[in-house]
Protein backbone atom coordinates (compact mmCIF):
# COMPACT_ATOMS: atom_id res chain seq x y z
CA UNK A 1 0.00 0.00 0.00
CA UNK A 2 1.16 3.49 -0.61
CA UNK A 3 1.22 6.34 1.45
CA UNK A 4 -0.11 9.51 0.18
CA UNK A 5 2.18 12.95 0.72
CA UNK A 6 0.67 15.68 -1.23
CA UNK A 7 2.73 18.01 -3.05
CA UNK A 8 0.16 20.84 -2.42
CA UNK A 9 0.90 20.74 1.30
CA UNK A 10 4.08 22.42 2.88
CA UNK A 11 4.66 19.54 5.16
CA UNK A 12 3.59 16.36 6.17
CA UNK A 13 3.06 15.02 10.51
CA UNK A 14 5.56 11.30 10.32
CA UNK A 15 5.25 9.91 13.13
CA UNK A 16 4.02 12.76 15.25
CA UNK A 17 6.92 15.24 14.05
CA UNK A 18 6.63 17.96 11.33
CA UNK A 19 8.74 17.09 8.07
CA UNK A 20 9.24 19.64 5.19
CA UNK A 21 8.05 19.07 2.20
CA UNK A 22 10.50 19.66 -0.30
CA UNK A 23 8.54 18.64 -3.28
CA UNK A 24 6.11 22.00 -2.47
CA UNK A 25 3.89 22.91 -5.90
CA UNK A 26 1.71 26.12 -5.72
CA UNK A 27 -2.03 26.18 -7.31
CA UNK A 28 -2.47 25.93 -10.82
CA UNK A 29 -4.56 28.70 -12.72
CA UNK A 30 -6.13 26.74 -15.87
CA UNK A 31 -6.71 28.02 -19.34
CA UNK A 32 -10.66 27.68 -18.55
CA UNK A 33 -10.14 30.38 -15.47
CA UNK A 34 -9.96 28.09 -12.30
CA UNK A 35 -7.70 27.70 -9.51
CA UNK A 36 -6.56 24.01 -8.57
CA UNK A 37 -4.47 22.20 -6.12
CA UNK A 38 -1.78 21.76 -8.26
CA UNK A 39 -1.17 21.85 -12.37
CA UNK A 40 -1.52 17.71 -12.03
CA UNK A 41 -5.09 18.10 -10.99
CA UNK A 42 -5.79 20.24 -14.69
CA UNK A 43 -5.48 16.92 -16.54
CA UNK A 44 -7.37 16.40 -19.81
CA UNK A 45 -8.62 12.51 -18.70
CA UNK A 46 -12.47 13.71 -18.18
CA UNK A 47 -13.40 11.22 -15.33
CA UNK A 48 -10.57 12.38 -13.33
CA UNK A 49 -11.72 15.80 -13.84
CA UNK A 50 -15.15 14.40 -12.60
CA UNK A 51 -13.37 13.79 -9.11
CA UNK A 52 -12.16 16.86 -8.48
CA UNK A 53 -15.99 18.31 -9.49
CA UNK A 54 -16.98 15.77 -6.76
CA UNK A 55 -14.85 18.01 -4.50
CA UNK A 56 -16.55 21.69 -5.88
CA UNK A 57 -13.23 22.49 -7.25
CA UNK A 58 -14.87 23.13 -10.45
CA UNK A 59 -18.01 25.22 -8.84
CA UNK A 60 -18.52 28.39 -11.05
CA UNK A 61 -18.45 30.55 -7.96
CA UNK A 62 -14.99 29.32 -7.29
CA UNK A 63 -13.57 30.69 -10.57
CA UNK A 64 -11.06 33.50 -10.64
CA UNK A 65 -13.55 36.21 -12.53
CA UNK A 66 -15.87 35.50 -10.09
CA UNK A 67 -13.85 36.35 -6.81
CA UNK A 68 -12.68 40.03 -5.98
CA UNK A 69 -9.76 38.28 -4.51
CA UNK A 70 -7.87 34.55 -5.17
CA UNK A 71 -7.88 34.19 -1.35
CA UNK A 72 -11.38 33.80 -1.38
CA UNK A 73 -11.00 30.48 -3.93
CA UNK A 74 -8.09 29.01 -1.46
CA UNK A 75 -9.80 29.40 1.88
CA UNK A 76 -12.96 28.46 0.17
CA UNK A 77 -14.99 25.40 2.32
CA UNK A 78 -14.10 23.57 -1.20
CA UNK A 79 -10.77 23.89 -0.98
CA UNK A 80 -10.79 23.35 2.87
CA UNK A 81 -12.58 19.86 2.50
CA UNK A 82 -10.64 18.60 -0.16
CA UNK A 83 -7.17 19.26 1.60
CA UNK A 84 -8.85 17.98 4.49
CA UNK A 85 -9.79 14.57 2.58
CA UNK A 86 -6.37 14.35 1.66
CA UNK A 87 -4.75 13.97 5.04
CA UNK A 88 -7.55 12.48 7.06
CA UNK A 89 -8.93 10.33 3.78
CA UNK A 90 -6.33 9.73 0.97
CA UNK A 91 -8.24 6.24 -0.02
CA UNK A 92 -10.93 9.23 -1.35
CA UNK A 93 -8.47 11.08 -3.41
CA UNK A 94 -8.41 11.46 -7.08
CA UNK A 95 -6.91 9.11 -8.72
CA UNK A 96 -3.91 11.78 -9.97
CA UNK A 97 -3.37 12.72 -6.33
CA UNK A 98 -2.60 8.98 -5.57
CA UNK A 99 -0.39 8.32 -8.81
CA UNK A 100 1.85 11.91 -8.24
CA UNK A 101 1.86 12.17 -4.47
CA UNK A 102 2.19 8.58 -3.28
CA UNK A 103 5.12 7.18 -2.19
CA UNK A 104 5.65 3.42 -0.96
CA UNK A 105 5.53 3.00 2.81
CA UNK A 106 8.92 1.37 2.94
CA UNK A 107 10.06 4.61 1.54
CA UNK A 108 11.33 7.26 3.94
CA UNK A 109 10.05 10.93 3.86
CA UNK A 110 13.18 11.93 6.51
CA UNK A 111 13.87 16.20 6.45
CA UNK A 112 12.43 17.91 10.02
CA UNK A 113 10.45 20.66 9.48
CA UNK A 114 11.99 23.76 10.30
CA UNK A 115 9.79 26.84 11.03
CA UNK A 116 12.10 30.17 9.67
CA UNK A 117 9.07 32.68 9.57
CA UNK A 118 10.45 34.39 12.61
CA UNK A 119 13.96 34.81 10.70
CA UNK A 120 12.75 37.75 8.67
Known amino acids: ?5 PKCHPYYNVD ?11 PAYTATG ?15 KKQFKFYG ?7 V ?10 TSE ?3 YFHKMLI ?4 AAPHVCK ?9 KITEKYVDTTNEL
Open 16 to 26: GEKVMNKRKMG
Open 1 to 5: MNRLY
Open 65 to 74: ENVDNIEEIL
Open 99 to 107: WKCSIQLNE
Open 78 to 80: EWY
Open 34 to 48: YMLPCCFCDTGNSEW
Open 57 to 63: LWDEHLK
Open 88 to 91: ENPA
